[in-house]
Every structure is written in structure tokens, then in C-alpha cells.
């Protein structure tokens, strides 16, 4: 039961509102909540377990499609295996990434920053829609 719904019950309860007062509390308070709200309440999100990549586009008139579901287990063992590799293989990792376009250092990739990622990617989802392409990016 969320706040409102329960501070509503408590004023009937003590009499400071009437029994129809509280059903149009009530009755607004759901009016008001969006069904994903509302969904939140009866079952709670399970732990994302793996990060998705979806692009549908079209070259030329062929259609193309990616599907990439990468476990997130994964991604955390990928870096605590990161934690193993000599500074100096990381120094020339990091090199060649910044070479190919890709500004990531890789020396300061640490475990814990990971969960947090994980963490805020559970609740985010990426779209982009352009006239010949669609990316998703999301967490499930």
C-alpha cells in the first residue's frame, strides 16, 4: 500500500474525513497514477540479468537487424579479469582504443563502478528513431 493511499485510511480512521471524502481520495489517487505506477505496486522488477542491443535499419532497401543480449554476469567478470592484466598490456589496450575512436581507460575500471552502472541501467531504456534505422538499448 503506498503513502497516500495509507494517510487517506489513517484520516477515515480518525474520523477527520467521511467514508465517500476517502473514496474520492482514493478514486483521484488512481486517476492520477500511470499503469506502470500502478503495476510496481502489485509486482516488484526483477534484477536485469542481461544488457540488449537492438538495431533494425535499412542500407540500400535490405532490411538489417542486430540482436545482442549480453549477459551481465559477463561484464562483471570481464572486469575483475581487467584487475589481472599488467599495467603495461592496459597502457597499449588503451592506446590502441583511443586509435580506433574509442576514448575508454581501461585502468580505471573498477568492480565497484560497475554495479553502480548496472545498477542505473536496470531503470534506463535508449531509443533512437532516425528515417532508416531504430537502436533500443535496454536492460531485462
Known amino acids: ?6 494517510d487517506i485510511l489513517d ?12 473514496e ?10 500511470s499503469p506502470v505506477a500502478a503495476s510496481a505496486d502489485i509486482r516488484p522488477k526483477a534484477k ?3 544488457l540488449r542491443v537492438l538495431v533494425d535499419t535499412t542500407d540500400n532497401g535490405e532490411p538489417g537487424r542486430v540482436n545482442v543480449r549480453v549477459p551481465l554476469q559477463l561484464l562483471r567478470a570481464g572486469v575483475r579479469l581487467a584487475a589481472l592484466i599488467p599495467p603495461q598490456a ?3 589496450a588503451n592506446a590502441e582504443l583511443a586509435r580506433s ?12 563502478q ?16 532516425q528515417p532508416d534505422s531504430k537502436v533500443r538499448v535496454f536492460c531485462e
Open 11 to 22: 484520516m477515515l480512521a480518525e474520523g477527520r474525513i467521511t467514508a465517500d471524502e476517502a
Open 1 to 6: 500500500m503506498n503513502d497516500q493511499r495509507k
Open 48 to 50: 536485469a540479468k542481461y
Open 101 to 112: 575512436g574509442v576514448p575508454l581507460d581501461l585502468t580505471q575500471l573498477k568492480p565497484e
Open 90 to 92: 592496459l597502457g597499449k
Open 24 to 33: 474520492q481520495l482514493i478514486a483521484a489517487l488512481e486517476r492520477d497514477q
Open 114 to 129: 560497475l554495479e553502480a552502472l548496472i545498477e542505473h541501467l536496470d531503470e534506463v531504456a535508449i531509443e533512437v528513431d
